[in-house]
């Protein structure tokens, strides 16, 4: 029988009559044991000591005299293990626990109640030992292996037989990729189509502490005692675990047949080692986390279900109650990658994992070399895959090893402007790219087009926008840039660097033009997207892409939309279009509608429906933006006719947009948007006369749910309406005084900041008391406080980013001169740079930029406006805590992108290399020493 769950118990563990310090009584019921005491208290009230010793002596005997008693043979049982199989199962929510003599003697006892002619479904992404011995039952005893995806539940119903599956072979996480597989799920699905389909999981990257299957439908559960549950790497040990009788017979069996019964000696040894199995593993997965967000934004691919963004994190939540100690990144090369591991000092090069002291490894030439290439290759192993496993060291030691180990493999370099190491993209791909691209301008209709567009950050009426009040919006100076290059194949092309390194080819003929309607230069786009394009590109151009890469559909249909609407049936004109971003993607700031901007602006260019005229030369009476000392040169018009398709852009992207964040984009500035439908004056307004402002925009790292947070608000409105209604009358008041001070020439610029700054802190109150902050955002405000400084969240809040105000040398010189020279080791103790780290250390990205500035810019097409060459220069205090380097692409198209060009004739080599192979700190300046830039 299986032991009493209590409800009232964390994780549900069973009680297994361990009694409790507390009487019962009707006022003071008995509560359970939480995990850690379970864990540290051994005792099995049926199996009382003689002489009360406080540690399970070691039975170090074969045999037992007399007969008829409990014990005769250890092979058959021993008191030792008995109390450790007691143990195991009190903590497993187990009702029988089996211990062996290794985690692979576990599978061996497992897999004999097979039987020839069963099918057994099992991952693909299996250690290297599990997939040898499912090959041998494979080729020895008949037994039908199907390897499959377990991670989406629906890939294993084309192989459920009712009547053949005998067994479901699970791991979650997986090792060494960490894929998670929703345990529950395909347990409920399993025993639905098979239901004498035995549900078996290999629990040892989590152990009991951190995941109980059997909680989540699985049959039998074993762990190799070996990892955590010894947590030393002083014995070798196998646990099994089930809660039906039947099966448990069939086990103890096999083991008392076998002989493979662990030994007093060792029971005794795991016995101690599970009592500090919550102490170690909290420890460990906490320096695990850190170095998981280490290595994560320095821009490798981690695998670790303690990110936001790891595939089937929500998932993992679920099912267990931490994210374990073992993680995993690849380095884009494996050579790269073994001289990391070789360069490691506190990391031990080992196999295995879960012991007090870290260890690195590379997988596929050590615990899954037995997996041939092939088959490593078709289950997407990586070759240069790098496993650490965490142990119980100074988590500080631990990374500055680590960070050694990478500086000396070339894998990382410090970047001054940022003053951290950042990756090195592979050299051999980038030499690879150079000699595939001749990177020379082409002319006329082959012109490649350089354009950029600023973010957008809310000043004031966040939220309170949804119910009619005025929100002021301002240009960020964090701007997506957007490169069409002429292509001489017939091909269209896409290359979205911030989301995945996204990069697909199409052959422009074969796009489905028979569904387009264009429209002609100087017509409106309908109120309603052509839904039959739509449908057409979703089926026919963009089938490929997977709902897990939803960001970069959307950004294909919206590009792939406007080329084939403002297409004038004329010629299909062939590009590649390369984008990417300063600003950090999906914080809230504006950046789908910089790149709506950047692809619609390429469109119109590449279909000649806007033109540049040459601009006039350079006048004290022209516009001047603060930091990209560009000049007014785009018409009014044209600016208007970008915005008009940037906002279809919008629309394919997010279904009904306010216009808002695209209009900021083309035009820069300030404005003043009144959502329509509130019995007031709506649209658009810009403030003119906006002065930029210096900003510290710090991103929280907080994913949001914007829907969610603006229902909430909703939600309060309708329960406590006077409540709200009040809060938002007084936002209106906040965003109608800001309003009329940014549009002020008069005001003294010391009384605007001081005006603006109390602005702030009462706008951020109000959305305090609306219920949309978050702890992150708050705690980046004390720590700015502080320093003197206001700030507030900006967008939909509930993570996502804060603004925070820095004086200019009006009021308060040191922080110009570090903008200025923050570089320079003259100001490394300046206060601006002691909150900088402040808000690093703290786990926050914080980004030194402007507000107010220029909109939409294209690099001037004339060659009186060109630089000569593209070198880069040192990243200025402008670039300062830019994201992190985008990785270059691994390979290219195989055809050439552009021709005409003639190397010792034509100086103006092309954009499209050094575009992609500058660095995010890089490319903002590398930007503006090429040429001339035009802006709205």
């Known amino acids: 029988m299986a032991p009493s769950i209590d409800p009232r118990a964390p994780g549900k563990f069973p009680i297994h009559s361990l009694p409790t310090p507390e009487p019962e009584s009707p006022l003071r019921p008995r509560k359970p044991y939480r995990f850690s005491t379970l864990c540290a208290t051994v005792e099995n009230p049926d199996m009382k000591d003689q002489y009360g010793s406080s540690s399970v002596p070691i039975y170090q005997t074969s045999t037992f005299k007399g007969v008829g008693g ?27 626990a089996f211990t062996v003599s290794s985690g692979m003697a576990a599978l061996d006892v497992i897999l004999r109640m097979l039987k020839p002619g069963d099918e057994v479904i099992a991952g693909d992404d299996l250690y290297g030992g599990t997939n040898r011995l499912l090959t041998y039952i494979r080729t020895h005893v008949g037994v039908t292996i199907h390897h499959v995806d377990t991670t989406n ?66 049959d039998i559960v074993y762990d190799s005692a070996t990892k955590y549950l010894s947590g030393h790497h002083d014995l070798m040990a196998g646990v099994v675990t089930c809660n039906r009788d039947d099966i448990a017979k069939k086990l103890a069996f096999t083991i008392n047949s076998v002989g493979n019964a662990l030994t007093p000696i060792d029971a005794f040894l795991l016995l101690r080692g599970i009592k500090t199995l919550a102490l170690r593993m909290d420890r460990q997965q906490a320096t695990t986390q850190m170095v998981a967000e280490y290595l994560y934004t320095l821009g490798f691919q981690v695998h670790y279900p303690g990110l936001a963004d790891h595939p089937g994190q929500e998932v993992h939540a679920r099912i267990a109650d931490g994210n374990g100690a073992v993680l995993s990144f690849e380095t884009g090369n494996k050579e790269l990658s073994e001289k990391i591991v070789a360069g490691t000092r506190l990391w031990g090069i080992s196999v295995s994992f879960g012991c007090v002291n870290s260890l690195i490894s590379m997988p596929c030439v050590m615990s899954h070399a037995s997996i041939d290439p092939a088959t490593r290759a078709a289950r997407g192993l990586p070759e240069d895959l790098i496993r650490l496993c ?19 493999a070339g894998a990382i370099v410090l970047d001054v402007a940022q003053n951290k190491y950042v990756r090195v993209p592979d050299s051999a791909a980038l030499a690879l790219a150079a000699n595939k691209l ?11 087009w350089f354009i950029s567009a600023p973010g957008k950050i809310i000043l ?42 996204f990069y697909h080819e199409w052959d422009v003929q074969t796009l489905p033009w028979d569904a387009v309607t264009p429209i002609a230069p100087g017509d409106e786009h309908p109120e309603e997207l052509d839904y039959r394009l739509v449908v057409a590109l979703n089926e026919k151009a963009l089938h490929f892409i997977g709902d897990e890469n939803k960001a970069a559909h959307g950004a294909c249909l919206a590009f792939l939309y406007l080329y084939m609407i403002l297409n004038r049936n004329e010629e299909y004109p062939a590009f590649d279009f390369a984008a990417r971003s300063t600003l950090p993607v999906g914080a809230g700031l504006g950046s789908s509608a910089s790149y709506s901007v950047c692809a619609a602006t390429a469109s119109l260019l590449v279909h000649r429906r806007i033109n540049l005229p040459r601009p006039l030369p350079p006048s004290s009476m022209e516009h001047i933006h603060i930091s990209h000392q560009g000049r007014r040169a785009i018409a009014p018009a044209t600016a208007e006719e970008v915005n008009k398709w940037a906002f279809v852009a919008e629309k394919i992207l997010h279904g009904n947009p306010s216009g808002v964040d695209n209009s900021v984009a083309v035009f820069g500035g300030a404005l003043a948007y009144t959502r329509p439908g509130f019995g007031k004056k709506s649209g658009m307004e810009g403030i003119q006369g906006f002065k930029h402002f210096n900003f510290l925009l710090t991103n929280s790292k907080v994913p949001r749910d914007t829907k969610k947070l603006v229902a909430g608000v909703g939600a309060k409105k309708a329960k406590e309406p006077e409540l709200v209604n009040s809060v938002l009358e007084a936002i209106q008041t906040i965003s109608d005084e800001a309003r009329r001070a940014l ?66 040398e009006s009021c308060c010189a040191e922080y110009t001169r570090l903008r200025r020279n923050i570089i320079d080791s003259e100001f490394k103790d300046n206060e601006l740079q002691d909150l900088i780290n402040s808000l690093i250390r703290e786990g926050f990205q914080p980004y030194l930029t402007s507000v107010g500035g220029s909109g939409l810019g294209i ?66 300046d590398w930007a503006g020493e090429i040429g001339r830039w035009l802006y709205v």
């Open 70 to 96: 409990e014990y005769d043979y250890s092979r058959s049982g021993n008191p030792t293990r008995s109390h450790l199989e007691h143990h195991i199962a009190k903590i497993s929510s187990a009702a029988h």
């Open 153 to 218: 539940p629906e890939t294993l119903y084309p192989y459920i037989n009712p009547t053949k599956t005998a067994m479901v072979l699970l791991e979650s996480p997986t090792n060494p990729l960490l894929k998670i597989v929703d345990l529950a799920t395909i347990s409920k699905d399993v025993k639905e189509r098979a239901p004498n389909a035995i549900i078996v999981v290999d629990n040892t990257m989590m152990s009991p502490y951190l995941q109980r299957p059997l909680e989540h439908g699985a």
């Open 390 to 408: 965490v142990g119980i060291e100074d988590p500080h030691d631990l990374l500055t090893d680590l960070e050694h180990a990478l500086i000396d």
């Open 438 to 448: 001749r990177l020379e301008a082409a002319e006329d209709k082959r012109q490649e």
């Open 460 to 501: 004031f009426g966040e939220h309170a926008v949804v119910h009619g009040v005025t929100a002021i919006a301002a240009s960020v100076d964090l701007r997506c840039y957007g490169l069409a290059t002429p292509r001489k194949d017939g091909k269209l092309s896409i290359h979205l660097m911030d989301i995945g390194n």
């Open 743 to 808: 549009a002020d020439p008069e005001l003294p610029r010391e009384s605007l900041l001081s005006a603006v700054s109390a602005l702030m802190n009462e706008n951020h109150q109000h959305l305090v008391t609306l219920g949309v902050s978050h702890p992150a955002l708050e705690s980046i405000r004390r720590t700015t406080l502080a320093h003197k400084l206001t700030t507030k969240l900006t967008g939909a809040g509930g993570g996502g980013c804060a603004v925070t105000l820095i004086p200019d």
């Open 859 to 924: 690099l001037s097409p004339y060659p009186e406006h060109r630089a000569l060459g593209s070198r880069s220069r040192r990243p200025t205090s402008e670039t300062l805590l830019s994201p992190p380097e985008t990785p270059t692409p691994l390979g290219w198209s195989p055809n050439e992108i552009v021709d005409g060009y003639e190397k010792d004739t034509d100086p103006f080599p092309p954009l499209h290399h050094p575009f992609v192979a500058s660095s995010v700190a890089e490319l903002p």
